[in-house]
Nanobody, 122 residues
Framework: VQLVESGGGLVQAGGSLRLSCAVS????????IAWFRQAPGKERERVSY????????YYTDSVKGRFTISRDNSKKTVYLQMDSLKPEDTAVYFC????????????????WGQGTQVTVSS
């Protein structure tokens, strides 16, 4: 199983980035996918997730209205469109997959990517 994130980088405050998570080695349609982030010295935070069955989405309060998660089952890829970025969004962003939404909510998904760095300058 591989989850490979891409699209991170350095951007000025107010700018945008689109992260991608390419998934292989599992039945993508059966897995819920989440984005987490971890800033230096802070706990890993669940940013967003998207259900495999209903397409329902979740966003943590700090990113609501600025981030959009989506999935393309034909490409086995999940995206995180990040707009109006703020310096406090700076973190390593990870995608993760699990058959259980509870596992994502508890920050315990079984499959993780290696992460991509997002840095937002002020």
């Amino acid at each position: 199983v591989q989850l490979v994130e891409s699209g991170g980088g350095l951007v000025q405050a107010g700018g945008s980035l689109r992260l991608s998570c390419a998934v292989s080695g599992l039945a993508f349609d059966d897995f819920h996918i989440a984005w987490f982030r971890q800033a230096p010295g802070k706990e890993r935070e669940r940013v967003s997730y998207i259900s495999s069955t209903t397409g329902d989405t979740y966003y943590t309060d700090s990113v609501k209205g600025r981030f959009t998660i989506s999935r393309d089952n034909s490409k086995k890829t999940v995206y995180l469109q990040m707009d109006s970025l703020k310096p406090e969004d700076t973190a390593v962003y990870f995608c993760a997959a699990d058959r259980s939404l509870s596992a994502l909510r508890l920050k315990r998904p079984v499959h993780w990517g290696q992460g991509t760095q997002v840095t937002v300058s002020s």
